[in-house]
Structure formats: C-alpha cells, structure tokens
C-alpha cells in the first residue's frame, strides 16, 4: 500500500505566497511522473503542474510564471511553490503520484487534499 501525505495550504492574501508538499511512502518500487490539480467548488478537477522522473515540467496556462513543481526523488517528496497568488487560485490542491510497487504494478494514487484560499 502506498501513502500520500500532503501539507502546506492556508489562507493567504492576494499577492502572497504558498509551499505545498507532498510525501509518498509505502510499497514504492520507482515513481513515474508527480503532479497537482485543484478543484474549486463546482468546477471539474483539473492539471495544475506536473513533472516527470526525468525533471520535464508542465503547466496550467494559468499558472505558468507564478507557480513552480519540483521533486525530491531521494524523498518520494513533490513540491508546488506558489507565488502572486490570487483569488481564482482559491481551491482544493491535490497531490498525483503514478508508480510502480515492489510487485511492479503501476497504479495512481491521489492525496487527500489540502485547501488553499487566496482573499483578495
């Protein structure tokens, strides 16, 4: 079984800043690719950042510039830190992970979540 633990969100003022992170563990033979979504109230799931073993990032176009994904590979650990933040960032931030197991199995797995609001 793999755990995915996040931390990292809050209320911030427009303009501010925020660092998420989030630790996989468990039955962890390698991870593929880490990312981000959010969910704000009503709205459909969506790709915030996402970065492969390799280190290739992508983008929300709404974020790009103010926002960025890294990995700490040693730490099973994925990174958004968020800057210029503003009020439509407002959402639910969830954590991405899609690896293989010690059966080598490839699954996906979702954190928990972490709020983010952003008031203006």
């Known amino acids: 079984q793999v755990q995915l633990v996040e931390s990292g969100g809050g209320l911030v003022q427009a303009g501010g800043s925020l660092r998420l992170s989030c630790a996989a563990s468990?039955?962890?033979?390698?991870?593929?690719?880490m990312g981000w979504y959010c969910q704000a109230p009503g709205k459909q799931r969506e790709l915030v950042a996402g970065i492969t073993s390799r280190g290739n990032t992508n983008y929300a176009d709404s974020v790009k510039g103010r926002f960025t994904i890294s990995r700490d590979s040693a730490k099973n650990t994925v990174y958004l830190q968020m800057n210029s933040l503003k009020p439509e960032d407002t959402a639910v931030y969830y954590c991405n992970v899609e690896l293989f197991d010690r059966s080598i199995r490839r699954n996906t797995y979702w954190g928990q979540g972490t709020q983010v609001t952003v008031s203006s």
């Open positions: 468990g039955s962890i033979y390698m991870i593929n690719t």
